[in-house]
Every structure is written in C-alpha cells, then in structure tokens.
C-alpha cells in the first residue's frame, strides 16, 4: 500500500436542483482511499453514501451536480474529463458494483456475451481470448459449471449467483479501484456471508482498492482497513476498524453501534435503543467540532456528562419500560361498561377498541391466559 491516494475527496459538495431550488446534499466531504485500501462509508438511509459513489463515476444525473471541491482519481480530476476520457476510467479503471444485480444485467443477453463485452469494448481483445478470460473469472468467483453458467440469460440465476456474476464482471477489466454500493443488501445471511468472503479474497489476491458502502456495520468489518461514519452529508468520524468498534468518538457512532443485536439476549431485557429524538439544540455549543452536525439530536448521556462545559440539563435521564398493569376483564368491562366479571378469558373485537381508547395495547398476542381462565395483561 502507498502513501499516495488512489481516490481522494476534496472538499467536495454536491447539490440537487427540485422545483423549489437547488439543494445540497452534500455539503463538503473530504476522504482518501490508498491503492490496495479497503475504506467503508456508514451511515442511515438518506445520509449520502450513495451520493458519494454515484459521484464518483458521475452518474448524478440530469440533477445532480457537482457545486464545489475535487474528486481526484490518480492524480485526474474527474469533474474535468471529456466523454471518451471518463469512458476509459469507466469499467476499466473503476468498476461499480449496485445493490440490486438485475439492475445491472440485461435480461435478454447471456452471461457469457454480458462477460466478454467488457475486455473486449475496454481492452480491444478478440472473442475467444474474451471467452477464456470469462470462463477464468466466473472460476474466481465460485461459481460452479461455468461452461454452462456462460449460456444461461440472468433469470436462470439465483439472488446470490447474480451479485457473483456482477462482481465477476467488475472485475474481469482488472480495475484499481471497485465501488460497492450495498452490494448484500437483497441476499439472505448465509450468502451474504459467502458474498463478503468472496470479495475479502479477492481483494487479497488482486491487491484492488475498495469502496465499500453500507448500513450495516458487521459487514463492512469482514471486508474493510477503515471506517467513515457519514451523518447528513457529511464525515463525521473516521478512523480503523479497532478505534471506531473500541473507542467511538463522535455521539452518533455511539448511536449506530447500540443499535447492534447482541446474541445470547432477550429482546424483552435488552432492546435495541434506538437514537433518540432532540430536546434541545445542545451539541451545537459543545467543545468537539464533530459534534455539531448532531444538534437536531440529544446527546448522550455518557459522553457529554464527562464535558465540564455541558449543563446539567443536557443529561439524558434513565430510561424506563412501562407495561400495561390493567386486567383483560377489565378491558371488557371498559366496553360493556360494567365492572369486567363477564366473559372472563375471552377478549372480542369490541374489547380491543376499548382498549385502544384506554391506552392497552391493541395486540391479543399482548394478553395471556390464567391458569384459572381468565387473561392478564403480558
């Protein structure tokens, strides 16, 4: 791995025009990816991170546009290339892989003819040097049978055997550099986790800088050197796997990384804790620079209690469950009007609308039976 950036962001601001103006989405973001490096970008839906790797092939749109900074791929400012430049870089320097592989296959052509196309439009090479060099790559990525994978249109393919044709296909033109854009975000677990694996092994062999974009944590670990954690627009934490998992800086890391499922724990006893919702515009005055992008959002407890300049106020108070305590009878005889002695251990349609009006769960999973017949609440 090099000192010199591969891919670097300079300050680099992307707006979107609407009907009523012009807005950014990307205010100024500023990132490097050596050759060889593996950086993820984290964050919650609509934060950018997509923004971020569409820009980078410019592949904004008719909308989207680049307001400010420099998007520099060895050296090369991106914003600046003609079209026959940018088709160069395209697919051969940088190759892109999307979330859903339908989007990025044609239905009506083969995975073999889909395959050959890019060494032979990218590299100038002849059919059967690009049918060798399919079949090669379609070994590479697990895929058994290649021969006849070759024949097969995409519709023949499972969920899983699609992404591996996808990334077969990015890779075949030997790129420096692979965009991953929430590449395992259609699969199930168990090819999710060979997906990753498969791509970790790539990288290994053929030493390709990657960009790997996602909302989940526990993937972009298996695969990545880095972490950004980007929050509306911007990078509000960066750092290795090891400082942003064991020592999170920044309030909203410490959010995503509580939002984790333990195994081994009770979704009763230990629930997911969700980021929570702004009393105030606390984090906008506090002494970390990061922090100030989170002013919409209550800080937590346990990094701005240790700030001798936050007020008491900011503190997050403990946080309580709180269960019904009213009997199912009673609930009945909320609909009946009566004192809840009739119909005991049945609750009816008209019962779950009066609970609904008394503050009881609407739910009859959240009712159990008595062992002598009537219902309580769980």
């Known amino acids: 791995m090099t000192d010199a950036p591969l891919l670097e962001f300079r300050d680099v601001g992307i707006a979107y025009a609407t009907r009523a103006g012009e807005v950014p989405v990307i205010p100024a973001l500023s990132f490097r990816v050596s050759a060889g490096e593996a950086m993820g970008l984290v964050g919650e839906s609509g934060c950018g991170k997509s923004t971020v790797a569409l820009s980078i092939v410019r592949y904004l749109g008719r909308a989207g546009r680049l307001v400010r900074g420099r998007i520099l791929f060895e050296g090369r400012d991106l914003a600046t290339l003609d079209d026959e430049e940018l088709r160069a870089v395209r697919g051969r320097r940088i190759a892109m892989v999307y979330q859903d592989p339908m989007a990025s296959l044609n239905p009506v052509m083969t995975v073999g003819r889909q395959l050959m196309e890019v060494p032979m439009i990218h590299e100038g090479v002849g059919a059967a040097t690009a049918h060798a060099r399919a079949i090669e790559m379609l070994r590479e990525v697990k895929l058994s049978d290649p021969e006849a994978v070759m024949a097969r249109y ?77 929050y509306r ?146």
């Open 233 to 378: 627009g911007e990078l509000v934490e960066e750092g290795s796997i090891r400082q942003i998992f064991t020592d999170p800086r920044h309030p909203y890391t410490r959010g995503l990384l509580d939002c984790l499922p333990v195994l081994g724990r009770d979704k009763r006893y230990a629930p997911l804790v969700p980021i929570p919702p702004a009393r105030a515009r606390a984090l906008a005055a506090t002494r970390l620079r990061l922090c100030r992008p989170l002013h919409s959002r209550r800080p937590r407890a346990l990094h701005v209690g240790t700030d001798p300049a936050a007020p008491a106020r900011w503190r997050a108070r403990p946080s309580r469950r709180v269960r019904p305590r009213r009997r199912a009878g009673a609930v009945g005889a909320a609909a009946r009007g009566g004192d809840g002695g009739g119909r005991r251990g049945r609750v009816g349609p008209g019962d779950l609308d009066a609970a609904s009006r008394q503050g009881v769960p609407r739910s009859v999973g959240s009712l159990r039976r008595r062992p002598g017949g009537g219902t309580r609440a769980a």
């Open 154 to 230: 995409p519709h023949q393919l499972s969920g899983g055997q699609q992404q591996r044709i996808v990334i077969a296909m990015a890779l075949i033109a030997e790129p420096a550099l692979l965009v991953m854009d929430e590449p395992t975000t259609g699969l199930d677990v168990t090819v999710e986790a060979a997906v990753l694996d498969l791509v970790r092994e790539l990288r290994r062999r053929r030493r390709t800088a990657i960009l790997f974009i996602s909302h989940n944590l526990g993937t972009v670990v298996r695969v990545c050197d880095r972490i950004g954690v980007m």
